[in-house]
């Protein structure tokens, strides 16, 4: 239990008598939404095994050019391919087997008419040339495409960023959440000396003829499409080594080349970011293709094998704490919360833009975790968590809708990682709560799930009915709330806001000093009280509301 000054503070950041609206349809979608975000007939017969990606870079004119062998194995048989590529990016051809194929382009997906016979199980590839003027992020990270900059020094700086957008806005590929590759090169040509930095390990650098350089980077793993990055700028580069869970893991750092005295400070908290979350999530999951920070013209985004860096060397979000409880402080917000998407959003991904809530909520969640572990404090991580419930809106659902590339409400930042904290309260063991976090990253390692799957999980491994709890916070704006009213020794209790079977236990001062658990439902109990109305209190870890009523009403 939590002083009563924190509760006061919470009764302030969630007011009472607030009814949250109930979700509303204020999305529309087109046609385009569906061919994105939908597994379409010319998406569903194949799947992809390998992009072999090479991008030429060009600063001075703003532009992009090259080339994306498809590499990709029959499910079943089809003709008609689908591939991604965004306005007013061009194709140029599409080849299979040295063969011109032609396609329709219905806005920002081609289909592609194959005329050789796709017989289920056999693999093939088609190669797609392309170039074009890719559009520029105007608010990087949070919008997407390239960001054409200058570092301090005057050296070009070239990064791209594209969550949510999609890869498909500077690259052809197969823009589905569900489908990744299992491997993939990316080789990047910029103007010499500029120095590219991407996804996974360096394999190979080449100086061209015609003043360029080539950088080919390869992850051996498979990847969100939306981590492939470009970062080319004037970088200095060290690797230092970590001796985790399965063995050596290489650190590589890049900084931009002036920043490197504050970077070799500032990002030794790289190490303890690694610690802790091995503690808590099990393995990093990209031993194979290393660990990398690479400083980035944008804040930071989770880029797998090359966390994308722009906080500025300072500790907290921008030198700010985005609890207000002064736990955001000290350290560093971008390193945590980009690097803990390595396990949340990377190696477990949505398959679906809809449940974004895997990703964001437990990046979210693992902030707190993450003070817990660097202060030995369990009550640091809950106030820093706690703090930030003044940042959710409850203004829609944090599941968005299906099949068309809809986020749902931001609130799966602040009221997920809430509802993960409330989550530990109910499962009452740490050690247990830790296994299931462990599990969830062993028993889908380097996969794309669904919301259902990662519910299912926590459910069963805890031997918690969770089915209404996960309804409540992930699929209504509804916070539940406590109405209890005490009198003659006797405290009655119920819940309301809840969605319809809601029975969370929660945690209540029922004796002085000595914390309970109640099993509110929605309608009245009653059960023996030795504190007054005023002395009352609700575990503020529990992201919930409580009202006291003037009669229970019958
Ligand atoms: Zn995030």
Redesign the pocket.
């Known amino acids: 239990m939590r002083s009563s000054s924190v509760l006061a503070g919470l009764l302030l950041l969630a007011p009472l008598g607030v009814r949250a609206q109930s979700p509303t349809d204020t999305m529309r979608f087109t046609h385009a939404d569906s061919l994105r975000g939908s597994d379409g007939p010319a998406r569903a017969w194949w799947d992809v095994t390998f992009y072999n990606l090479h991008v030429r870079v060009s600063p001075a004119d703003s532009t992009i050019s090259g080339w994306n062998e498809i590499a990709y194995r029959v499910t079943e048989p089809g003709d008609e391919m689908q591939i991604d590529l965004q306005e007013p990016m061009q194709v140029d051809s599409i080849r299979q087997d040295g063969y011109l194929l032609t396609w329709q382009r219905d806005g920002n997906a081609f289909f592609v008419r194959l005329p050789a016979p796709q017989l289920a199980g056999a693999t093939s590839s088609v190669m797609v040339y392309f170039h074009g003027r890719p559009k520029v992020a105007l608010r990087p990270p949070w919008d997407g495409g390239y960001i054409w900059q200058r570092d301090s020094l005057g050296n070009a700086w070239v990064a791209t960023a594209n969550e949510g957008l999609g890869a498909s806005v500077w690259w052809p590929n197969k823009d589905y959440m569900a489908d990744e590759p299992d491997s993939q090169r990316v080789a990047v040509t910029v103007p010499t000396p500029m120095v590219d930095v991407s996804n996974g390990r360096l394999r190979s650098t080449s100086v061209n003829d015609d003043g360029t350089s080539t950088f080919t980077w390869f992850v051996t793993s498979p990847i969100n499409n939306y981590s492939i990055s470009v970062n080319a700028g004037t970088y200095a580069h060290w690797r230092e080594l970590f001796e985790g869970e399965l063995g050596t893991l290489t650190m590589d750092f890049w900084p931009l080349a002036f920043h490197e005295k504050a970077a070799r400070s500032q990002w030794e908290q790289a190490r303890d970011m690694l610690t802790c979350f091995e503690h808590w999530f099990g393995p990093y999951p990209w031993y194979q293709d290393g660990y990398k920070l690479v400083e980035a013209p944008h804040l930071g985004m989770?880029h797998q094998s090359a966390v994308a860096y722009g906080n500025g060397y300072q500790n907290g979000y921008r030198g700010t704490d985005l609890s207000g409880t002064g736990q955001g402080l000290s350290w560093d917000f971008i390193i945590v919360?980009?690097s803990a998407?390595e396990w949340w959003?990377n190696s477990i991904t949505m398959k679906d833009a809809a449940d974004m809530w895997i990703?964001?909520s437990f990046?979210n969640y693992a902030e707190n975790l993450y003070i817990e572990c660097r202060t030995g404090s369990k009550e640091a991580g809950a106030e820093y968590v706690i703090g930030t419930r003044a940042r959710i809106r409850n203004d829609r659902p944090i599941v968005g809708a299906y099949g068309v590339n809809d986020e749902g409400s931001g609130d799966m930042y602040y009221k997920g990682g809430n509802m993960l904290h409330t989550i530990r309260q109910l499962v009452d063991d740490d050690d247990a709560w830790r296994g299931i976090l462990r599990g969830l990253n062993e028993t889908f390692w380097h996969q794309t799930v669904t919301s259902a799957q990662v519910e299912d999980y926590i459910a069963s491994q805890s031997g918690l009915d969770l089915s209404a709890v996960f309804d409540e916070y992930l699929r209504t704006t509804l916070v539940p709330t406590l109405e209890y009213h005490i009198e003659g020794g006797k405290l009655s209790f119920r819940w309301t806001d809840v969605v319809p079977g809601f029975a969370m236990p929660v945690r209540v001062m029922l004796q002085p000093g000595a914390p309970s658990w109640i099993r509110p439902t929605e309608r009245w109990q009653e059960v023996d009280v030795g504190v007054s109305a005023e002395d009352f209190l609700v575990d503020p870890n529990f992201y919930v509301r409580w009202q006291q009523v003037e009669a229970t009403g019958g």
């Open positions: 989770e919360h980009e998407h959003g990703h964001e990046a």
